[in-house]
């Protein structure tokens, strides 16, 4: 996940270098003038607070609703993932491969503001979240112990393979086409047609001005919910890290009320990082654990089964690109369900709530580039490196469970939050690596919510890119508050109930958005055609 979006501008305020890079195009507010809030953020707030009250209160009530939504959601639309998520990555690789390729992202005489390295290294860094600590070894462990749809034995040489395989299927190109999709949509409305950076305004092309009317705001409504609880389902992962490491290094129970008071320090910190002049200090941060991340994969990598890995990766990588089309569309025709809500489903949903987040961070650093470079980019190096990521750190797991007599999968089931530190147990130096994974994990959290309550301001304040402090430190609390009360009420799996639940609408708002965005772009293409060659004709 994203680890920075707002880049501190020359004054230190939160988003100002976001708003350095989408400023003067639609010119969208910036100014300190701009602090009446409308009903984007009443309603939003309001229904959020009801939210925590609800899981506060009811708990009981609030886990049977999401269960039975869940079951119905997943029964009824779980099919709808799987396909609008394939029919955004078929529509951007033909928009990659079409002549619109070569439109750029802003003016056509716009240039890209990063060099390509530069670039990739800012998606690498985009891609360093906590769900690489969280889930790098936590999935491929889980499905070497129960493999995908029962296509292999359990703990054997070909569940290892299916395990990775699956692995990438739901870190890969599905979830980039998401984000893809988002941040190209965000561009060019933004860099090209010169309009807010709000969700609602990407329906221009269908609604006209009734963007700016109760259809736009129940638009821009949605994305807000979207956003919070993929936040929050982040915020209770990353609490499950944290917990667990600091219980193995210093002894500490690890249970619900440690994890809260995990929650509420980490709220603190990055609340405060989003309204002070200190997220210069986040984004160093975000830099330190971008090396931390490279230093512990060389060692693991270095200290790990390497040969085996590297043979693992290959094989892996094989048969993941071989079984593509069917990953894509296998549902739970057949009885499997529950695995598909706990993994398939869930990962597509977590995907679907990021999007505005990540879109607006890929826009961000985006403007100038071709929308071929632009799909080219964020569809393959973020995929290379969570595959790469999870064939070292999954792969040493599924290594030690199979031929050292391990029990990483035993101790994965127990509790999610073990995965990474019962693998680094078996490696060298491993106080030392364990201390570094609660590191990452904290920063990981830090950077990538005090990112999350600047787009949460920034969406509630009619697409203004410098949000007002009370309005940050309300999203910061709220982000907070509902990642709580979701541990509490259930932990992980209340934290997937409700993703899943949450972001069907949104997963509507994407589909159209895809449609909407694929019209603007051929009849744009269309009329430039048509002018060009009545200039053509006119000169001869």
Do not use: C
């Not at 933004?190 to 259809?215: A, C, H, W």
């Not at 009420?489 to 895809?514: E, K, M, R, W, Y």
């Amino acid at each position: 996940m994203p680890a920075e979006v707002g880049m501190p501008g020359p004054d230190g305020a939160p988003g100002a270098g976001l708003s350095r890079g989408l400023d003067g195009v639609g010119k969208p507010p910036t100014g300190r003038g701009v602090r009446q809030l409308g009903s984007v953020f009443w309603i939003s707030i309001a229904v959020a607070v009801v939210f925590v009250a609800w899981a506060a209160l009811f708990t009981e009530n609030l886990n049977r609703v999401t269960a039975t939504s869940l079951n119905w959601v997943t029964a009824s639309f779980g099919w709808g993932y799987l396909f609008a998520t394939l029919g955004i990555l078929v529509f951007l690789v033909f928009l990659a491969f079409s002549p619109v390729g070569r439109t750029r992202l802003g003016k056509d005489t716009d240039r890209p503001e990063f060099s390509n390295l530069t670039w990739f290294a800012m998606l690498l860094g985009a891609v360093m979240g906590i769900g690489l600590v969280s889930y790098g070894v936590a999935e491929p462990i889980s499905h070497l112990a129960v493999p995908p749809h029962g296509l292999a034995e359990p703990n054997t040489p070909e569940a290892a393979v299916r395990a990775l395989q699956y692995s990438y299927f739901d870190w890969g190109l599905h979830a980039w086409a998401v984000f893809a999709v988002f941040g190209l949509a965000i561009a060019y409305s933004t860099y090209r047609k010169g309009r807010r950076p709000l969700v609602s305004q990407l329906f221009t092309p269908f609604l006209g001005d009734r963007v700016n009317g109760p259809i736009g705001k129940a638009i821009d409504v949605l994305s807000v919910f979207a956003t919070l609880f993929g936040t929050a389902t982040s915020l209770g992962l990353g609490a499950l890290q944290i917990s667990n490491g600091m219980g193995r290094l210093f002894t500490i129970p690890v249970n619900s009320v440690f994890q809260v008071l995990v929650i509420a320090v980490i709220t603190a910190i990055f609340t405060m990082s989003a309204v002070t002049g200190i997220n210069k200090g986040i984004k160093m941060l975000s830099y330190v654990s971008g090396a931390m991340a490279i230093g512990m994969f060389v060692f693991v990598l270095a200290v790990g089964p390497t040969v085996f890995l590297a043979n693992l990766y290959i094989e892996s990588l094989g048969l993941w690109a071989s079984d593509f089309f069917r990953m894509s569309l296998q549902g739970a025709a057949f009885g499997d369900l529950e695995w598909m809500q706990g993994w398939t489903y869930f990962m597509l949903a977590w995907w679907v709530s990021w999007g505005a987040f990540v879109g607006i961070f890929l826009a961000r650093i985006s403007r100038g580039r071709t929308i071929r470079g632009f799909i080219g980019g964020v569809l393959t190096v973020p995929s290379i490196a969570f595959f790469t990521w999870f064939a070292v750190f999954g792969g040493t797991a599924i290594h030690v469970d199979l031929f050292q007599g391990g029990d990483i999968a035993e101790q994965t089931a127990a509790d999610f939050g073990n995965a990474f530190f019962a693998t680094l147990d078996h490696l060298p130096l491993s106080t030392v690596t364990s201390v570094v994974a609660v590191l990452l994990a904290v920063i990981f959290f830090v950077t990538s919510a005090d990112s999350n309550t600047y787009v949460l301001g920034t969406l509630t304040s009619h697409g203004s890119l410098n949000p007002s402090r009370p309005v940050l430190v309300l999203w910061g609390v709220l982000t907070g508050l509902t990642a709580m009360v979701l541990m509490l009420a259930g932990g992980l799996g209340a934290l997937q109930n409700t993703v899943i639940v949450t972001s069907l609408p949104f997963l509507v708002i994407i589909a159209g958005l895809t449609i909407a965005l694929g019209r603007e772009i051929t009849a744009d293409h269309h009329a430039t055609n048509s002018h060009t060659k009545e200039k053509t004709d006119a000169a001869r």
